[in-house]
């Protein structure tokens, strides 16, 4: 499986915008990159996934390099409650069975101050 | 929809003990999954189902069962429990096929098991 690296930690303050890096440089062309987070005391929840293009929802964005090799979960407003762990997974999709499984690594623990 | 859902939220077993975790979702997803997660690090997946009657090992099988009878339902089952199963357990569920092309997981909230 291609891996990722991210940084152990980040600090934000409050109502401030929060770039959280993510490399994988042996991801494959079937690869889509999901961005998960784990709040304190429970279970992660989806943040955002994308193959190639820049992709925005409501709860971040996600800007993607041109060569694949990095991307960026973007938070454009750091509240508190986004305080969690940040996990950057690669997923290949194109087969079924096993590919739905997620490969954590330990993330990166993003602290909010106010 | 409750989502999915994990019971008992804590509990505290002696070595030798076995035990059963119970998982259920009520949104009709195909794949189910088990991962635990020991402090400071990521999840592991232990077994996952892509459906009613079809179970596969993940990265940490070993001193665990599953069976998967319903769509709904995927308890893990502790056969001997033993202090390194100590962890907070979560189950997970998603839609499976190719039609759905990020299949979102969705977690339950955890078990969080002590064994002495």
Request: charged residues 15%.
């Amino acid at each position: 499986d291609a891996k990722t690296t991210q940084p152990n930690s980040m600090e934000s303050n409050e109502e401030e915008p929060v770039h959280l890096p993510c490399n994988h440089s042996t991801i494959s062309g079937t690869d889509y990159i999901h961005w998960y987070r784990q709040l304190p005391s429970q279970g992660p929840e989806y943040v955002i996934h994308g193959l190639t293009s820049n992709v925005n929802n409501r709860m971040a964005s996600l800007a993607i390099a041109e060569d694949r090799k990095s991307s960026t979960l973007i938070l454009h407003r750091a509240t508190l409650r986004d305080a969690a762990v940040y996990y950057c997974i690669l997923r290949d999709v194109t087969s079924g069975g096993s590919n739905y499984k997620l490969t954590f690594g330990k993330g990166t623990l993003l602290t909010v101050n106010p | 929809n409750a989502g999915v859902t994990q019971t008992p939220k804590f509990q505290v077993l002696k070595t030798g003990q076995s035990m059963t975790l119970q998982c259920a979702q009520d949104m009709n997803h195909e794949y189910m999954s088990w991962y635990r997660q020991d402090p400071g690090m990521g999840l592991r997946l232990i077994h996952y189902s892509v459906g009613a009657g079809i179970t596969d090992q993940g990265e940490v099988p070993n001193g665990y069962n599953v069976s998967r009878s319903t769509t709904e339902d995927f308890p893990l089952r502790l056969l001997s429990a033993a202090p390194s199963q100590t962890s907070v357990y979560f189950c997970a569920s998603s839609y499976s096929g190719l039609a759905v092309t990020y299949n979102e997981q969705f977690f339950g909230p955890g078990t969080r098991l002590t064994v002495l």
